[in-house]
């Protein structure tokens, strides 16, 4: 089997699900009302991220190389060795949603004393603190 062949199979994580991400980008652009500046700004974060994700997993790939090796026993490719950049894709991610979850923090309490009560508001703030969490 040459190389071309098992690493294929390498699966290197991507820090972040962007289906999921984007879900939570709109969630939060419809808390704040569309303002411009905030999806403006949560775009060019999440586009910052990924880019940041991409380089750190292809220097990862490039240093993992080398010690992938396929296992007869288990009839699996496999490595012994843990690439030093790659918890920084965890790094990367966790960053994003902290920076949506303090955003959606802030408006809940602006939120939290005004007499404007909407189920569905609570229900979006929950939902976004439990996903955090």
């Known amino acids: ?10 699966n290197i994580p991507r820090g972040l699900e962007l289906d999921a991400q984007v879900l939570l980008l709109f969630r939060l652009h419809a808390l704040w009302g569309g303002r411009r500046s905030i999806v403006i700004g ?8 990924y880019a940041a994700i991409t380089v750190v ?3 990862s790939i490039l240093e993992l190389i080398p010690h992938l090796h396929y296992s007869e026993v288990a009839r699996i490719c496999s490595a012994d060795h843990r690439p030093s950049l790659m918890s920084a ?3 990367f991610a966790l960053s994003f949603e902290t920076v949506i ?12 004393s005004s007499e404007y ?12 603190f439990a996903y955090y969490i």
Not at 1 to 10: H, I, P, Q
Not at 42 to 49: C, E
Not at 117 to 123: F, G, K, Q, R
């Open 1 to 10: 089997m040459d190389n071309s062949e098992w690493l294929r199979g390498v």
């Open 42 to 49: 949560t775009i060019t974060l999440i586009l910052l991220i």
């Open 57 to 59: 997993a292809t220097f």
């Open 89 to 91: 894709i965890w790094t």
């Open 101 to 112: 979850f303090i955003m959606t923090a802030a408006k809940a309490f602006q939120y939290r």
């Open 117 to 128: 009560h909407n189920p569905i508001l609570h229900i979006l703030y929950r939902d976004g």
